[in-house]
Structure formats: C-alpha cells, structure tokens
C-alpha cells in the first residue's frame, strides 16, 4: 500500500485526512487522529490484558505472561495463563468489542446518542431466552447461551417491525425500544417468580454479567460470529456514513437505504445477543464505547472502529478493576461497568439538556 503523493486533505477544521492508495487503484481516506486513537487504544487493550491474565490468585508478572504465552512458561504458568485465564480474557476482549461496535451501530441508525442496545430492550430480549432455559427447562450452559442468542434475535426483530413507518427512523426506534424494554423486563421479573430456589440464584447470577468461568466454549463461538460480521459492517461503512446526512440526501449518492439500514441492524443484534450469550448482559459498554471513542477522535462519523477498540478496553480494564478492588470472584464485570455507565448516563443526560436537545 502506496501513500497518494502529499495529499493530506483537512476534511474538519484542524482534522488531517491523507489519501492512501492501493496497487489495484482503490483509494482510502485515512484520518491520522482516528488512525492514532485506534492504535493507542489497541496498545492500551493488549497492555491490560497481560495485566489481567498475570491477576488472580497465583499471581504471575507481565515479563512471565509474555513469555508464557510465547510458549516458554513453565507447565504451572501454561496452564493458569492458557487454560483458565487467557479465554476469559479473550471473551472480555470479544465481549467488549461486539458491544461497542453494536452501539456505534445502533447510535448512527437512530442518530441518537441513547440508541444502544441497553436501552433498546436487546439485553433484556436476550435475558428473557436465557431465563427460559435456565427456568422452564434447566438447561445447560450451551441451552442458556442458544437461549439467549435466540431471545436478543426476536427481541430485535419485534423492534424493528413495531418502528417500521415507511421505514425505521431515529427517535421512533428509540421510544418503540424502551417500551419493548419495559414489557421485557416484566416478562423477565415473573419468570423469576416462578423459578425455584436454584434456578433462581444460577438465573441472577447469568443476569449480573460476568467474566468468571469463562474457557474456551465461549470463545471460539463469539471469534467466528465477528469474524463473519465485523467485515460486513465495515464495508457498509460508506453506507452508514452518507445515511447520518438523512436518507433523501443518502439516496441522491446512491446509497439503498433501507437494505443498509436493515442488514446493519441485523448485525448489531446478532453482535449483541452472541456478547450476551458468552458473559450475561454486561451493561452499559455498548452506550458509552461509542460516545467516547467519538470524543477522542472528535469525528462526526460512526467511528466503527474506535468504538470497538473502545469497547474491549473499557471491559478488560473493568474486570481489572473488579479482580484488584474485591477479588476474583466477588464483583461481577457487570455491576462496574454497571456502576460506571449509570453514572455516564447521568452526565450524558445533563449534558445534552444544557445543549437544548432533549
């Protein structure tokens, strides 16, 4: 890959966008803030996952779990790093990307900053098909997690058809989605009722979200469902770009809005039910990755992969939190992350009242 000869284009005051070009003739915009932000943020990911697998009970140093996973540890240090703590890790980062990417979605499609899957009900839809497995048929951990896929799927599909007007617009998605929401966790607050005193307790604990127990079953599904669809969403990413300028001027530049606008949000239901079907509804990732990965990069756009890289540091370093503050099995990644985006949540509310636009 050839850089365009000197031709950095500002496509934002005080913004350096530079035209990269590949052998074949295609040529690339690349936004050097973005593309440092993405780097940084990869460093920061990687950085504390070593931190956290070197974490625990048997703690190991970050030179130790770098060498470990170069295959030079010792046979305790292999099997703590690659079988009980690396997946875990692995499922963070996954977790935490498919989150942040699903919120980027949903918030550019809405063109809202509150449209993420927590709000929308998805988490909800998805915690419903788990309690039913876990409730009404005492599943298995593979039944709860197809339980749960399958519940996030009709959950979003359900939101979709209630918010379709001659199409899916933003605020209307939104409302259709918190009231979804509602019924949902009413649905989800009787199955409980009806739970014995087991089912009810290994329920709660699937609902707080959680890193713990995590191995390689969890990984290898969630790898090969971003595998597949990160690479769709990208390169719709044009698409979702022209569609924030609204959809008369999207359809004047040839985009087919509601074929992109569909098999986006596709995407980000599937991005979200496979993330809470390996951890638990892991709250509030998907509304803040978003939000501040736009921050750092100060870009108008969804920002897709700031907000992923995003998401996987922001869960790894909450799980790090929650190890070092309580231990390892004492406070579930939810609840920080749960703590930490209400407290988000709040900011972003006042914030956007002060702005006059809500």
Known sequence: MRT?????????????????????????RLDVRTFLVVVLLLVAAAAASVVLIGTGDFPIPAGDVLKTLAGDGSPS??????????????????????????????????????????????????????????VLYSGSATEVALGALVGGLLTGFAIYL????????????????????AIVTAVNGYLLTKADLVDAARAVVWMTGSLNGR?????????????VLVPIVLGNARGLRMMEMGDDVS??????????????????????AGATAAAGPVGFVALTAPQLARRLTRSPGPNLMPSMCMGATLLVVADWASQRAFGADQLPVGVVTGVLGGVYLLWLLVTERKAGRI
């Open 251 to 272: 359809y004047t530049l040839g985009v087919s809005v509601e074929r992109t606008r569909l098999l986006l949000m596709v995407a980000a239901v599937l991005l979200t």
């Open 4 to 28: 365009a000869r000197d031709r950095s284009v500002p496509a934002l005051p005080g913004r350096r966008v530079r035209a990269v070009r590949t052998g074949g003739g295609l040529s690339v």
């Open 162 to 181: 209630l918010a379709w007007k001659r199409g899916v617009h933003g605020y209307r998605l939104v409302l259709v989605g918190i009231g979804v929401s």
């Open 77 to 134: 240090q292999e099997f703590i790093v690659n079988d009980l703590r690396l997946p875990r890790v692995l499922v963070g980062l996954l977790v935490g990307a498919s989150l942040g990417l699903a919120g980027a979605l949903f918030q550019s499609v809405s063109r809202n900053p509150l449209g993420s899957p927590d709000v929308l009900g998805l988490g909800q839809g998805s915690t419903a098909g788990a309690l039913i497995m876990i």
């Open 215 to 227: 191995d390689w079953a969890q990984v290898w599904p969630l790898l090969i469902l971003c595998a």
